[in-house]
């Protein structure tokens, strides 16, 4: 089933199909909007076969974004011709004299458009007067800023009242709905080989293969740099030894993580973690978002962890997203 009008949310996470083979993809990490034309001009799509990697759709290459699945009419772009754009979710909107009007909880756009024609707001004013979520006309929105989104000149009381509450149609229960839907098509994928080549779950990788390949790279290259080593200056060994450092100390950290109490966990984590990123998008096991890659750990973040018992897992994409760092800047050395 394909809907003209599509959810941001019921888009994120969800697997991409290129239609002339019938191959995944990867999955929807995020979309992109033109600030200055308020639409959504495509999307980035996280790799299932790179660490660590993002590619972009332009939205004319998009054939439909579907309940079960995004289709392709042709390739992703391997460049960065998405950059420029944002991801406007959690942004405030804010209303000529100051006032928070509530942040982005989520948008409603145009599949052939692409034009943004509702967002769904949450907390500020639309907290108090609607106690939940409700809608705000894209008509209503005169600038998408660098921090801030900016409401009309013109926007009322009367617009606010007329704002729809979802009610019965709570985004919430929406994205229950969606998750059992993804669940049954991913069963059916299982049963349904020939038509993919492979199980819908192999375009996810687990923190747990992350982590292994990162160390995997990093013991090759500090096996290279003992090869060579006569070759190499001092600021290049240097960098292998921090390298080599750094690995340990997460490893260590990873084994001592496995020997605590979750509810002790959830302060090692706080103090460990917070402020850092994660090298990949981490989800739980009904495929519910918990961090997006790149992104920065927040005490939110950790606690979302800890009630989807994802907390081993997110202590593995940081501590590859800090590995990694080192191993680029070791190539980088070497290279010098």
Same mark, same amino acid.
């Given at each position: 089933?394909?809907?003209?009008?599509?959810?941001?949310?019921?888009?994120?996470?969800?697997?991409?199909?290129?239609?002339?083979?019938?191959?995944?993809?990867?999955?929807?990490?995020?979309?992109?909007?033109?600030?200055?034309?308020?639409?959504?001009?495509?999307?980035?799509?996280?790799?299932?076969?790179?660490?660590?990697?993002?590619?972009?759709?332009?939205?004319?290459?998009?054939?439909?974004?579907?309940?079960?699945?995004?289709?392709?009419?042709?390739?992703?772009?391997?460049?960065?011709?998405?950059?420029?754009?944002?991801?406007?979710?959690?942004?405030?909107?804010?209303?000529?004299?100051?006032?928070?009007?509530?942040?982005?909880?989520?948008?409603?756009?145009?599949?052939?458009?692409?034009?943004?024609?509702?967002?769904?707001?949450?907390?500020?004013?639309?907290?108090?007067?609607?106690?939940?979520?409700?809608?705000?006309?894209?008509?209503?929105?005169?600038?998408?800023?660098?921090?801030?989104?900016?409401?009309?000149?013109?926007?009322?009381?009367?617009?606010?009242?007329?704002?729809?509450?979802?009610?019965?149609?709570?985004?919430?229960?929406?994205?229950? /709905?969606?998750?059992? =839907?993804? +669940? @049954?098509?991913? *069963?059916? $994928?299982?049963?349904?080989? !020939?038509?993919?080549? #492979? &199980?819908?779950?192999?375009?996810?990788?687990?923190?747990?293969?992350?982590?292994?390949?990162?160390?995997?790279?990093?013991?090759?290259?500090?096996?290279?740099?003992?090869?060579?080593?006569? /070759?190499?200056?001092? =600021?290049? +060994? @240097?960098?292998? *030894?921090? $390298?080599?450092?750094?690995? !340990?100390?997460?490893? #260590? &950290?990873?084994?001592?993580?496995?020997?605590?109490?979750?509810?002790?966990?959830?302060?090692?984590?706080?103090?460990?973690?917070?402020?850092?990123?994660?090298?990949?998008?981490?989800?739980?096991?009904?495929?519910?978002?918990?961090?997006?890659?790149?992104?920065?750990?927040?005490?939110?973040?950790?606690?979302?962890?800890?009630?989807?018992?994802?907390?081993?897992?997110?202590?593995?994409?940081?501590?590859?997203?800090?590995?990694?760092?080192?191993?680029?800047?070791?190539?980088?050395?070497?290279?010098?």
């Amino acid at each position: 089933m394909v809907d003209k009008k599509v959810r941001a949310l019921d888009a994120l996470g969800k697997e991409t199909i290129l239609l002339k083979d019938g191959s995944l993809q990867g999955k929807v990490q995020s979309l992109v909007v033109d600030e200055q034309q308020r639409s959504v001009k495509g999307i980035f799509v996280r790799l299932k076969k790179l660490l660590n990697n993002l590619s972009y759709s332009p939205l004319e290459r998009i054939q439909a974004f579907g309940t079960q699945g995004v289709t392709l009419k042709d390739e992703l772009v391997q460049d960065n011709t998405g950059s420029g754009y944002r991801d406007i979710l959690g942004m405030p909107v804010i209303t000529l004299d100051g006032s928070m009007l509530g942040k982005i909880d989520d948008y409603i756009f145009d599949t052939e458009t692409g034009l943004i024609e509702e967002y769904i707001l949450s907390g500020g004013l639309v907290k108090d007067r609607f106690q939940g979520k409700a809608n705000l006309s894209g008509e209503r929105i005169s600038l998408i800023g660098k921090d801030v989104i900016l409401a009309t000149a013109d926007l009322s009381d009367e617009d606010l009242e007329e704002a729809v509450f979802f009610g019965e149609e709570d985004p919430d229960l929406i994205k229950d /709905e969606n998750e059992e =839907e993804r +669940k @049954d098509f991913r *069963e059916n $994928l299982q049963e349904t080989k !020939e038509f993919v080549g #492979e &199980k819908f779950n192999e375009g996810k990788k687990s923190a747990e293969k992350i982590w292994n390949q990162t160390l995997s790279t990093a013991k090759s290259l500090s096996e290279r740099f003992v090869v060579k080593a006569g /070759e190499l200056g001092a =600021e290049a +060994k @240097d960098s292998l *030894e921090k $390298l080599n450092v750094k690995r !340990e100390q997460w490893q #260590e &950290k990873l084994k001592d993580a496995k020997k605590i109490s979750k509810s002790d966990l959830g302060d090692k984590l706080l103090a460990e973690l917070r402020g850092k990123t994660v090298s990949a998008t981490l989800y739980s096991d009904d495929n519910e978002l918990i961090v997006e890659a790149g992104a920065t750990i927040t005490d939110e973040v950790i606690t979302k962890a800890i009630e989807l018992e994802k907390t081993y897992e997110l202590m593995q994409l940081v501590a590859a997203c800090e590995v990694e760092s080192q191993i680029i800047e070791v190539e980088k050395k070497e290279k010098e």
